[in-house]
């Protein structure tokens, strides 16, 4: 199962980098068309709903508590059951959704008076935004069965195809930007249109595959398979799915609202401030989503399997070798962001609309958010843990404790920081809940610290030494990166920070390749 894991994570990772490329794309496309004003702001908030009941419903509470049900019964015999079961889950999910999405058309202006307090006095952009976010909150029920339908080849090991999805999304959003004209009463119109068209081919494109392998036939559009008989074959199933998805619902929820209580504050703050939290928040998604939510996405797959679940030895193996990996990249993302983090913005998305004293907002909040980076990534690894094993209460717990720390800290730094305030509070709750996470892990046994695998991996005591020395090397890279800057021609610019980055990379993977500190599972053939 180590085998099956860190194959899932090299596809996942792989998939991310392309679509963090693309987003990379997409956000400088933004940048140039909506700068980071008035304008962008009105798209951000809009977008804000349906990707925070997306992450809630489907990505968050239905995956995590559909796919270890559906896992078990897909890997433990060869019947129809799996089909049967997801068919069931997928007819109350598109009930759950239409109604949520009908709601949300009926009472769009009390939602945004409730996520953008500080826009309501502003009636003209009040109402654009409204506008914007009835198309936007289209994109939900397409990209939430884009979800459900993902999870069952993540389930069946093919992670490709689900984590290619937001490639599409993002090409959906570069090509609307060129649609961006001064003439437009709205300027963000065609990018919320763009939304839901994009889910719907992201559907089209995931449903196909699921067709492919045969893992839905015909077997699950049957009628029967809504009839009491069969609901009542699969009640234990079901109810297990219920049980982790409402607690799912409630700690995802949590963390969504922690995001959400960001843009609230932001919209207080001041126009721009929503922007400028969105920008660095990019940034920080390219290192987190490539490594924090591909192995978070890999290891609740893999833990899922009966093998493994209920054996804390095996997942013990696998929560260390993921650590290890979060540690590998983490700590020099961190370092790198937290030195470089105006030059970065400023090569980046410092063109049009986009200005100097952007960047510097930017910059700021980017800082801050750097320094929850690594904590967020082992996070990711220690939530499918306890999804995994059906134990969401602990996560509902730690997800509200950090909502309220959150909101305080926010409430107290942006009096000093503004939006860098709200993104320092972050990082701090983050590193809060870190701890509290790795207090119950350890209670529990799923990670062992004196546990040898000898086929793969010597001692997870070693992690923290492993820690030190990786902060080691991640300094003497930014020594290597600053110097480089010194000796050069230093500017601004695509071109400049491809160089820059690769030099970094480079030389930091030949560094930890000589000290013999990349972790051997990434790269070497496992043996199991």
């Known amino acids: 199962m180590i085998k099956f894991f860190i194959k899932g994570f090299r596809v996942n990772a792989l998939l991310t980098i ?33 990707n925070l009941f997306r992450r809630i419903t489907a990505e968050g509470a ?11 019964l897909l890997h433990q015999d060869k019947s129809d059951n799996a089909q049967k079961f997801s068919a069931i889950i997928c007819f109350f999910l598109i009930i759950f959704l239409s109604i949520l999405v009908i709601l949300f058309e009926i009472f769009m202006p ?6 953008a307090p500080g826009i309501i006095n502003y009636k003209n952009f009040f109402d654009d935004i409204v506008m914007l976010s009835r198309f936007t909150i289209i994109f939900l029920p397409f990209i939430s069965m884009t979800a459900f339908f993902g999870a069952m080849l993540n389930a069946s090991g093919r992670f490709f195809y689900f984590a290619f999805t937001p490639i599409i999304f993002n090409l959906c959003i570069i090509v609307s930007c060129f649609y961006i004209n001064d003439g437009l009463k709205i300027k963000a119109l065609p990018l919320a249109i763009a939304m839901p068209i994009s889910g719907f081919i ?18 699950f559009y049957k009628i029967s398979n809504l009839k009491q008989n069969n609901f009542n074959k699969f009640k234990n199933n079901t109810s297990d799915t219920l049980k982790r998805f409402f607690p799912a619902v409630l700690s995802g929820g949590v963390f969504q609202i922690n995001i959400l209580v960001d843009t609230i504050l932001a919209t207080i703050v001041g126009f721009g401030a929503v922007s400028f939290l969105y920008y660095s928040d990019r940034i920080i998604q390219l290192p987190l989503g490539i490594i924090g939510v591909s192995l978070g996405t890999v290891l609740l797959s893999s833990i899922s399997h009966p093998k493994v679940v209920n054996d804390n030895k095996k997942i ?23 030195f470089f983090s105006e030059f970065i913005i400023s090569s980046l998305f410092e063109r049009g609309s986009f200005d100097q004293a952007s960047s510097k907002s930017v910059a700021l909040a980017l800082t801050m958010y750097s320094f929850g980076l690594p904590f967020v990534m082992i996070i990711k690894c220690f939530q499918s843990v306890f999804i995994a094993t059906g134990e ?3 996560i509902l717990y730690i997800s509200v404790l950090q909502l309220i720390t959150n909101f305080i800290l926010s409430i107290i730094l942006m009096k000093y920081l503004l939006h860098g305030g709200i993104a320092l509070a972050t990082s701090i709750s983050t590193i809060l809940s870190f701890m509290i996470y790795l207090f119950y892990i350890l209670k529990n046994k ?8 000898s086929k793969n991996y010597i001692s997870s005591k070693n992690v923290l030494f492993y820690f030190v020395k990786i902060s080691l ?14 000796m050069t021609d230093y500017n601004s610019g695509i071109i400049y920070l491809s160089i820059f980055t690769s030099i970094g990379i480079l030389f930091y993977t030949f560094i930890t390749y000589i000290t013999k500190q990349i972790p051997n599972e990434l790269f070497s053939k496992l043996k199991l």
Do not use: E, H
């Not at 490329?21 to 962008?40: C, K, N, P």
């Not at 090397?473 to 010194?486: A, G, H, N, R």
């Open 110 to 115: 009390f939602f945004i008076k409730i996520i």
């Open 202 to 219: 992201q559907l089209c494109f995931i449903y196909y595959f699921v067709k492919k392998f045969n893992l839905i036939t015909k077997v």
């Open 18 to 50: 392309l679509s963090r490329i693309t987003g990379f794309i997409r956000d400088i496309v933004l940048a140039f068309f909506l700068g980071a004003g008035i304008a962008s702001d009105i798209f951000f908030i809009s977008s804000k709903l349906p």
């Open 316 to 338: 013990s193996d696998q929560l260390i070798i993921a650590i290890k990996i979060s540690l590998y990249f983490g700590i020099p993302s961190m370092v790198t962001l937290l």
């Open 446 to 453: 799923k990670l062992i610290l004196l546990s040898v695998n």
């Open 473 to 486: 090397l991640s300094f003497i890279m930014i020594f290597v990166l600053y110097l480089f800057q010194t």
């Open 62 to 72: 239905m995956t995590s508590s559909f796919l270890p049900i559906y896992s078990k």
């Open 392 to 394: 969401m209460k602990k």
